[in-house]
């Protein structure tokens, strides 16, 4: 439970991990997306463009829209090799150096994976249920940081926004990995693909190396509106939670084990934990308008 944000030192960082510009399909500039991040209140921003051939494999460099109350993360949607069903590996990057080599001719999804994360980037599976990424798929890509469960660009575009079926069945498989939500932005008018999904990061400071340390570390949730002010955990018996006003909180198990309470705006709970034995745990909490935010999963052995 080492990873559980609530007791750290700092405070929450509000970001987009997730974001296309002009230097591949997007419609805005890298300078533009980093401002209109910044004028919607958000406090980071990665520009994550295509990393393909046909965008003469360009990093955006957006040190440059850095200020004293908003930075950026550089990073990139990594691309190589076949899925199992045919279709180009899809994985964020978050935290690349801006020299980081193309793909290698051959060189497969699961490899590109293990080189981005030796350069230190903070690396998901983009968007599964998108493109039915399938379960051998995120396996094979081996010690990965998490998965893409809230893809905002996917609502319009195939209705299919949530990936959390695929991290919950590979949990229940004894697997890890952290879960991150974000928007997918291209700024298209013909999609809602922005301020959908979000992460906050808990740290100290607002600092590229900071906020990706943090998320290396697990130090954040995931949410499309709700807040979560606190969560604990007392072993075997019950999990605590403190949130912005909800209609409903879960405690989600292995298979189809959770508990929820629900009511009117509600702001805490201690949901029991009895009944619902589980290797690990994670927190939903539901408003009135289906907006919804996610804890981490919760492993009780530690790390």
Known sequence: MKHLPFDRPGRFWRG???????????????????AYYRQAGYDFVAITDHFLEQHAFTIADTRPYRTSGFTTLI????????????????????????????????????????????????????????????EADVQALGSV?????YNGVSADYNDRPDSWNTMDVLLSRGLRYFACATDDAHFSPARHDTLRGWVMVRSAELTP?????????????????PEIYDIQVVPGKSIFVRCSPASRIFVTGISWRAASVYGPGITEAELSLEGI???????????????????????LDSE
């Open 16 to 34: 987009n991990l997730h974001t296309h510009s002009t230097l591949s399909d997007g419609r805005r500039t890298p300078e533009q997306a980093c």
């Open 75 to 134: 990073g990139a949607e990594l691309h190589a090799g076949n899925t199992e069903f045919g279709e180009l590996w899809h994985l964020l990057a978050v935290g690349l150096p801006l020299d980081f080599p193309p793909p290698a001719p051959g060189e497969t999804g699961p490899l590109l994976a293990a080189r981005a994360r030796q350069a230190g980037a903070f690396v998901a599976v983009a968007h599964p249920a998108w493109y039915s990424l399938s």
């Open 145 to 149: 940081d998490a998965i893409e469960v």
């Open 209 to 225: 190396e900071a906020l990706l340390s943090a998320l290396k570390a697990g130090h954040y949730y995931s949410s499309t509106g």
């Open 277 to 299: 034995s589980s290797p690990f745990y994670r927190v939903t909490v539901r408003d009135a308008h289906q907006g919804r935010a996610w804890s981490n999963p919760i492993w």
